[in-house]
């Protein structure tokens, strides 16, 4: 992803040298909220300022970048994401936009070629009628090819019988003998096909950082685990922090740890960079196939209360061997069961280590959409960091929508953000992509516009958690990292932007003032429900995107 024809080093060499200067914009600094200006020297921040300031100091030595109005900012950081499911998603059947399972196998039969058929998106709580296909009908429609279509949570799928076969799913828990398959059925589906070369993953994987860099991002952190791929795929994500012109990738690892030395074993094995055992180590499942563990029943599905994937003591062996090495350990977890044993885990592994040892562990969890004050109060305890992908509330919160079709009452304390930040819990902001599109700005207008008018939080909080607080909750060791004050790492993007504005934080008055005496760095105006465009993303001085339009 450099530039061709240029060698890597000579690339990184060049860009130290290179001065390039930034002005007639709008520039989201601590250092000065009126900044218009901006200094790069290299990989770094040199200086931020005003128009008349920079025209002092402009020479003919820097390559200076006329923003014309636009707005530069931290680059967004991803929480949570999966490179190389992002990438299938792009590349395969995109089923976000069908509402029947006839548009569904109409897409299998249509889509040409051969090999197996991958797609992603189906969402059957949006559909006319929910009734999902037959086996038989996959197969007639896909020409006895195999077929892997996710849902959109991607914790369930949608297989044809030669997949099946080739999967070996018979008597696996999860398969019923319909085209559904959930649980270690749905693993075994998914790991069967992602038989691929690792030139097709590398594909996959670049085109999903090609599209974070298109839109903002300059980091994501990669939460890859044994049922979604092999340690191979961790291997490549994590090379491309070796290449210039790709976003950072921030990875982690979801295999269970008996003891610390197993922890120490399985992160020797994946060589040097992991930054945890955390992520997408599953407590539970999602809500919308019905696996997130829950106190009581679905709504929609009497008797039925999700799956514990692991137990409170394996959970808390995994905590306590984690906080012994001083790495990251962490568990996806969304109902309100799996959080209550991801607590109880945290209670019991405190008292085996000590709880500053657990506290200074900086342990994660991921989705956390079920929790209650108590268990709030909880997570502050032991300063847990929580991943939260707004993107969900944005996509199913509200009246009629899936999370009250499978929650009843429920529903309306989902995704508590507000609660969150008032009790000092750690947030950062991700997609989960592919289940939300890398889409930065829409994920920041979601914690606006939650459902729950009590749980929606500022712009500027929603801003600084989809940017410093992502690098914090991999526990960087540069505080600098997502602000844009001289010294700090020059990774940044520019926005084309309708209007620049401080949103007030009384309700009783509009929502967005361009007062400058709000003394508060200005952010696009996100209530016109359009997304500002990026122009240009930059990693530590390294160009990893650049718009046609922002050199005319």
């Known amino acids: 992803m450099n530039q061709p024809g240029m060698p890597a080093g000579q690339q990184q060499d060049d860009n130290r040298r290179k001065v390039t200067m930034y002005r007639n914009g709008s520039i989201y600094t601590a250092a000065d909220p009126f900044a218009t200006a901006m200094v790069v020297d290299g990989d770094t921040v040199a200086w931020v300022g005003s128009e008349q300031a920079a025209s002092s100091i402009a020479d003919s030595s820097m390559d200076i970048i006329d923003l014309r109005g636009a707005l530069l900012a931290p680059g967004f950081v991803d929480s949570h994401v999966h490179l190389t499911e992002t990438g299938l998603a792009l590349a395969g059947l995109q089923l976000g936009g069908i509402k029947s399972a006839r548009e569904l196998l109409d897409a299998v039969a249509n889509i040409g070629g051969s090999g197996t058929i991958l797609g992603h998106g189906w969402d059957e709580t949006t559909w006319h009628d929910p009734a999902l296909p037959t086996l038989a009908e996959i197969d007639r429609a896909a020409g006895g090819r195999q077929v892997y279509l996710s849902r959109i949570d991607v914790h369930s799928a949608l297989v044809s019988p030669s997949l099946v076969e080739a999967a070996g799913l018979d008597g696996k828990d999860g398969f019923s003998g319909t085209a559904r398959v959930v649980r270690a059925a749905h693993t075994a589906a998914r790991l069967a096909a992602r038989q691929f070369p690792e030139a097709d993953r590398r594909v996959y994987q670049e085109r999903a950082l090609q599209e974070a860099a298109a839109n903002g991002y300059v980091a994501l952190a990669e939460m890859s685990a044994p049922h979604i791929c092999g340690p191979d795929d961790l291997r490549m994500a994590m090379s491309w922090n070796d290449a210039p012109g790709s976003p950072q990738v921030l990875p982690y690892w979801g295999e269970l740890a008996a003891s610390e030395e ?8 994946l060589g040097a960079g992991v ?10 499942g999602s809500l919308g196939s019905r696996t997130a563990a829950l106190l009581d029943d679905y709504t929609d599905a009497p008797g039925q209360r999700g799956s514990l994937y692991l137990s409170v003591d394996e959970a808390a062996k995994h905590l306590a061997a984690t906080s012994l090495l001083g790495v990251q350990a962490g568990f996806h977890v969304i109902g309100d069961a799996g959080l209550g044993a991801v607590l109880d885990a945290l209670d019991a592994a405190a008292a085996e280590v000590g709880e500053q ?3 200074a562990a900086g342990h994660r969890l991921e989705h956390v959409e079920m929790a209650d004050q108590s268990a709030i109060d909880r ?6 960091t929580v991943s939260v992908q707004p993107g969900f509330d944005a996509s199913w919160g509200g009246p009629g929508r899936l999370y009250e079709q499978r929650l009843g009452d429920r529903s309306h304390a989902m995704n508590p953000l507000a609660a969150f930040y008032a009790s000092g819990v750690p947030i950062a902001f991700g997609s989960d992509s592919p289940v939300t599109p890398l889409r930065p700005w829409s994920s920041v207008r ?4 939650h459902s729950n008018v009590g749980q929606r939080i500022s ?6 958690g989809h940017t410093r607080a992502g690098w914090r909750a991999s526990k960087h060791r540069n505080p600098l990292m997502g602000q844009l004050v001289p010294g700090a790492p020059a990774s940044f993007a520019v926005w084309e932007v309708d209007e620049l504005m401080v949103q007030v934080a009384d309700s009783r008055v509009q929502s967005w003032s361009t ?9 696009p105006a996100l209530d016109t429900g359009e997304d500002p465009r990026c122009l240009q993303t930059v990693k530590e001085g390294q160009e990893l995107f650049a718009h046609e339009s922002l050199r005319v």
């Open 357 to 359: 040892r657990v506290r």
């Open 459 to 464: 712009a500027r909080a929603a801003f600084l």
């Open 275 to 284: 930054l945890g055992l955390a992520g997408d180590l599953n407590i539970d």
């Open 262 to 269: 197993h922890a120490r074993a399985i992160l020797d094995g």
């Open 379 to 384: 997570l502050a305890k032991y300063s847990v």
């Open 446 to 449: 979601a914690c606006l516009e």
């Open 515 to 523: 007062d400058p005496r709000a003394r508060t760095p200005l952010l």
